[in-house]
């Protein structure tokens, strides 16, 4: 397993962060279809990766209504020093009207629900899981600091923000004094470049890292699914997800995902996952697991190194038009040197 660093913060995360979407959730009527793992096969999934080097875990506490959280919690009873634990909050946990957002109230009570159900001190990654209009950042900013003050939390981050919310938020922190945003966790796949227009520069520039979720695009980069039809109900199931993606491209990028996955004679879904561990502002790569030997396979892609050539046809295959003001930009530096005389 190879590690990198955690944004400016010292501390160094395996490139591959076991998601834990699967665990818990058995009577849930989403859970279950995602993975509905019980106790036995949550410490199955969670002793193979840590086996494997894995060290960064990442869980929520609106996943299986906080089954997986408490699920986590037991079977890391004894390796709970081995792993930087990452949760998040934001969503809606409860039908009270304050069960949900980014409020000063709701902040305090999901940090200490979750740390009751993980059956720790404290978290090592705490992060806000979605924007909260309704609630001033610096609100927010202002609770999760006192928590990192009080030892309750080491480091905070945020997911699914766009490139501005995350720089006003990190303006606000530099201006008050308050904990900074050291991650971002983004969706980012073959199937879905967007975060590479806005995202991944000011990531770059700020020293931000950057966990990826859904590098399979909802499984459907696995590789089981193509124009042909699907070949099992993981697939289908795949194919239902939120996850928006423009189908025949989609169907594009998996033939040649096969084919450079015939080229290396391992899986579509290793050569996914490597292209994203590939590319620039990417720290870990988030997966989850119903299966040990899907899990096996998927921590196989760090020791897959694709060729000029292999990430060339992807590139080609999955690439967007240039954004603007990107082009534009582009287009001013060309002169920017000095002429030769």
Known sequence: MKFRPLGRTGVYV???CLGTMTFGGAGHPVYRMVGGLGLEETGQIV??????GVNFIDTADVYADGESETLLGRVLKDRRDDVVLATKLAARVGPGP???????LHVMRALEDSLRRLRTD???????????????????LRA???AVRQGKIRYIGCSNHAAWEVT???GV??????????SVQAYYSLAGRDVERELVPMLRSEDLALMVWSPLAGG????KSDRDGTSDEGARHAQSQFVPVDREKAYDIIDALKAVAARHEVSAARVALAWVLARPAVTSVIIGARRVGQLTDNLAATDLTLTAEDLAQLDEVSGEPTPYPTWVQQFGQQNRLPQQV
């Open 220 to 223: 459907l980069l696995s590789g």
């Open 144 to 146: 999760l600091d006192d």
């Open 168 to 170: 006003k938020a990190l």
């Open 173 to 182: 922190s530099a201006a008050r004094g308050l904990a900074e945003f050291v």
């Open 47 to 52: 002793g193979t990766a840590l086996d494997a």
């Open 98 to 104: 304050n069960d949900v957002g980014l409020s000063r």
């Open 122 to 140: 404290h978290i090592d990654l705490y992060q806000i899981h979605n924007i909260d209009p309704r609630t001033p950042v610096e609100e927010t």
């Open 14 to 16: 395996s490139e591959i």
